[in-house]
């Protein structure tokens, strides 16, 4: 089943004097349950793809059909309530409030669906759980590693059992070894049926994707269906 059907998308930013043609048309699809990394050098247009995908951009022309709805024409408030319920993102970035602990950070996308406290604070720690971080729920993120900071952030994300899990270059700020650990993570949420889709620039990232997206220019040049690194791992197993 399709969950995410972008036709010929256009998207133009306006800088001062100078304008940038980020998206010329460009079209993709991704079923349910895929796992596909978006790969392309700076400027191609990657990043502003899956903005567009996460409706924090909207494009200047074009379809985007998100679980069956045409989303691309929805008011603010409208997409709001869509981004908090059908999509998680996770950043380069982590995004922590600095003088909240784990729980905390996990709570607020049920904080601002309106959620009672002591749901907020049950399905939060069931999060932190399905990252490893059952034992870190009253945390600050100053106490916890850049590794367990993400998990955070990916718990946050997964909160509201969304539909489709985004990610911007999730490793970028991490090491090798923690890079791998957080990697393994995203192929577990995928084996369990997560959609995911992710941006990066580093070759062995995409490994962990079944499906690889390469854009150059603001339109799509390359899609290579393959085995990931975690199908790869049950296959051995």
Same mark, same amino acid.
């Given at each position: 089943?399709?969950?995410? &059907?972008? +036709?010929?998308?256009?998207?133009?930013?306006?800088?001062? #004097?100078?304008?940038?043609? @980020?998206?010329?048309?460009?079209?993709?699809?991704?079923? =349910?349950?895929?796992?596909?990394?978006?790969?392309?050098?700076?400027?191609?247009?990657?990043?502003?793809?899956? *903005?567009?995908?996460? +409706?924090?951009?909207?494009?200047?022309?074009? +379809?985007?059909?998100?679980?069956? #709805?045409?989303?691309?024409?929805?008011? &603010?408030?409208?997409?709001?309530?869509?981004? *908090?319920?059908?999509?998680?993102?996770?950043?380069?970035?982590?995004?922590?409030?600095?003088?909240?602990?784990?729980?905390?950070?996990?709570?607020?996308?049920?904080?601002?669906?309106? &959620?009672?406290?002591?749901?907020? %604070?049950?399905?939060?720690?069931?999060?932190?759980?399905?990252?490893?971080?059952?034992?870190?729920?009253?945390?600050?993120? =100053?106490?916890?590693?850049?590794?367990?900071?993400? %998990?955070?952030?990916?718990? %946050?994300?997964?909160?509201?059992?969304?539909?489709?899990?985004?990610?911007? #270059?999730?490793?970028?700020?991490?090491?090798?070894?923690? +890079?791998?650990?957080? !990697?393994?993570?995203?192929?577990?949420?995928?084996?369990?049926? !997560? =959609?995911?889709?992710?941006?990066?620039?580093?070759?062995? /990232?995409?490994?962990?994707? #079944?499906?690889?997206?390469?854009?150059?220019?603001?339109?799509? /040049?390359?899609?290579?269906?393959?085995?990931?690194?975690?199908?790869?791992?049950? =296959? @051995?197993?």
């Amino acid at each position: 089943m399709t969950l995410i &059907e972008l +036709t010929k998308i256009e998207k133009t930013y306006h800088l001062g #004097e100078s304008v940038v043609h @980020a998206l010329h048309g460009a079209s993709l699809s991704v079923d =349910t349950g895929e796992m596909v990394a978006i790969m392309g050098a700076s400027g191609s247009g990657k990043s502003t793809m899956l *903005n567009v995908i996460g +409706t924090l951009d909207r494009p200047d022309a074009g +379809t985007y059909v998100l679980d069956g #709805e045409a989303v691309e024409t929805w008011d &603010e408030v409208q997409l709001s309530e869509l981004r *908090n319920k059908k999509i998680g993102f996770v950043f380069q970035s982590f995004h922590l409030l600095a003088r909240d602990t784990a729980l905390e950070n996990v709570e607020l996308p049920m904080v601002y669906a309106g &959620e009672r406290g002591a749901i907020r %604070r049950r399905r939060a720690a069931e999060a932190l759980a399905r990252v490893g971080l059952g034992d870190r729920l009253h945390h600050l993120p =100053t106490q916890l590693s850049g590794g367990q900071q993400q %998990r955070v952030s990916i718990a %946050r994300a997964l909160v509201n059992n969304p539909l489709l899990l985004l990610a911007d #270059e999730p490793t970028g700020a991490l090491d090798s070894a923690t +890079t791998a650990q957080v !990697m393994q993570l995203f192929g577990e949420l995928h084996q369990q049926g !997560m =959609t995911i889709v992710l941006v990066t620039h580093d070759p062995n /990232i995409a490994r962990y994707a #079944e499906r690889v997206v390469t854009f150059k220019d603001g339109l799509v /040049i390359a899609d290579e269906k393959k085995q990931s690194v975690s199908s790869s791992s049950r =296959t @051995a197993s």
